[in-house]
């Protein structure tokens, strides 16, 4: 069965720092990965999604996420955080081709001043 | 703004009651899904609808059960609540029918508290 491991359940950064938030899956075919960010009290907002077309995937906010199938990661970055960056993050597996995702346990990111 | 609604947004039920949470999906939407998210963790898949269909299940009880009508909006029913049901339940549309890397849209949930 697919799965994702979010590694890290919270991340601090201040703001202007690069955002680093780490995605590994573990699938025996080629995955279709997303990342959803999640704001407090919210529903989930999709930040952006790999289905094999490009190995760096952009995404809203600023975000940007790369796929490295010799390191089955999909790690989730941003140049310079914002305040309004702090949120949970999610790094889901799309199981087969039935649109069911599979979260990560998720990772709370503050930004501070 | 992603076009799934749900409601209520908020309820309290009393253990051993019945709920019905309401979904509708994005317009052209054939696909519903419901997840549950417990406090501090990530959405638990429960189960989908595809075309009126059930198309997966998660690992949960008999006594979550849903609909899907033919405007592809869809029902989540619990019955027997138990106090750790608590939790918010979110639905997801999605243009299924077996296409692989849709993009996958969530309501704003649906949070319940069993007291």
């Known amino acids: 069965a697919q799965s994702v491991t979010q590694l890290g359940s919270h991340v601090s950064v201040s703001e202007g720092a690069l955002v680093l938030l780490r995605c590994n899956y573990s699938s025996s075919v080629p995955p279709y990965l997303f990342w959803y960010v999640q704001y407090p009290n919210q529903g989930l907002q999709l930040l952006l999604k790999y289905t094999s077309a490009a190995t760096l995937v952009k995404g809203i906010n600023g975000f940007e996420a790369e796929f490295k199938k010799s390191e089955t990661s999909f790690h989730l970055t941003k140049p310079s955080a914002h305040m309004s960056d702090a949120a949970e993050y999610f790094c889901a597996v799309s199981d087969d081709n039935t649109d069911k995702l599979i979260f990560g346990t998720g990772t709370r990111l503050q930004v501070f001043p | 703004e992603t076009g799934v609604t749900q409601s209520p947004t908020h309820l309290i039920k009393t253990r051993g009651q019945q709920v019905t949470l309401r979904c509708s999906s994005q317009?052209?939407?054939?696909?519903v899904s419901w997840y549950q998210q417990a406090l501090g963790q990530g959405p638990q898949f429960i189960f989908q609808?595809?075309?009126?269909?059930?198309?997966g299940r998660g690992n949960f009880p008999p006594r979550f059960s849903g609909l899907q009508f033919p405007n592809y909006s869809s029902e989540l029913n619990v019955n027997a609540l138990e106090l750790d049901d608590s939790a918010l339940y979110l639905c997801a549309s999605s243009l299924g029918g077996g296409s692989t890397g849709n993009t996958i849209y969530f309501g704003e949930g649906s949070w319940l508290t069993v007291v």
């Open positions: 609808y595809y075309r009126e269909e059930e198309n």
């Open positions: 317009s052209g939407h054939n696909t």
